[in-house]
T-cell receptor
Framework: EAGVTQFPSHSVIEKGQTVTLRCDPISGHDNLYWYRRVMGKEIKFLLHFVKESKQDESGMPNNRFLAERTGGTYSTLKVQPAELEDSGVYFC?????????????FGNGTRLTVT | DAKTTQPNSMESNEEEPVHLPCNHSTISGTDYIHWYRQLPSQGPEYVIHGLTSNVNNRMASLAIAEDRKSSTLILHRATLRDAAVYYCIPRGTGNQFYFGTGTSLTVIP
């Protein structure tokens, strides 16, 4: 089966611009997660979708970040306007179930550089 | 969520077994212990998980202490492709994974 795919793999934008990251989960996976690693820090949770609904968005850093999953398939994460501290790698993951017995499948991430 | 303690780094010779330890003394009774690894320039990759009993799969074995306060990931024959950062993650009823800093494994040819 195809894995989790993320687009683009790299993005370089200027401070103040807008960027949209896309994630295509594994087909049939209702649960979709966004994580990120900013420079020198640990990988941190951002939010969790179950189908098209946001189950937990407690990790979203501020209102410059907007995640959507229309139709319950692919998801987008928009950063508007981008700030320097948003630079990092953004990972998407999906799973069949949200239970703690279900492994997550991660994409290879989008490396975002804000200059 | 339970906090974990892992060595910052470990080394292993190629084709030898590797035992990666993890302490999770505050784990709750329903937390599964997940292990993931991250190879350079890739996303985290699932390795194995378990609750109480030792677990084996094609990638590794997971040995869980009887009191569940620690676990050990065992790579039976390390290869150069196993060089990665390994994360031990107790996963409870919340849906967030707390990755911590992990153990950076170096495999020496």
């Amino acid at each position: 089966e195809a894995g989790v795919t993320q687009f683009p793999s790299h993005s370089v934008i200027e401070k103040g611009q807008t960027v949209t990251l896309r994630c295509d989960p594994i087909s049939g996976h209702d649960n979709l997660y966004w994580y990120r690693r900013v420079m020198g820090k640990e990988i941190k949770f951002l939010l969790h979708f179950v189908k098209e609904s946001k189950q937990d968005e407690s990790g979203m850093p501020n209102n410059r970040f907007l995640a959507e999953r229309t139709g319950g398939t692919y998801s987008t994460l928009k950063v508007q306007p981008a700030e320097l501290e948003d630079s990092g790698v953004y990972f998407c993951a999906s799973s069949t179930e949200a239970s703690y017995n279900s492994p997550l499948h991660f994409g290879n991430g989008t490396r975002l550089t804000v200059t | 969520d339970a906090k974990t303690t892992q060595p910052n780094s470990m080394e292993s010779n190629e084709e030898e077994p590797v035992h990666l330890p993890c302490n999770h003394s505050t784990i709750s009774g329903t937390d599964y212990i997940h292990w993931y690894r991250q190879l350079p320039s890739q996303g985290p990759e699932y390795v194995i998980h378990g609750l109480t009993s030792n677990v084996n799969n094609r990638m590794a074995s997971l040995a869980i202490a009887e009191d569940r306060k620690s676990s050990t990931l065992i790579l039976h024959r390390a290869t150069l492709r196993d060089a990665a950062v390994y994360y031990c993650i107790p996963r409870g009823t919340g849906n967030q994974f707390y990755f911590g800093t992990g153990t950076s494994l170096t495999v020496i040819p």
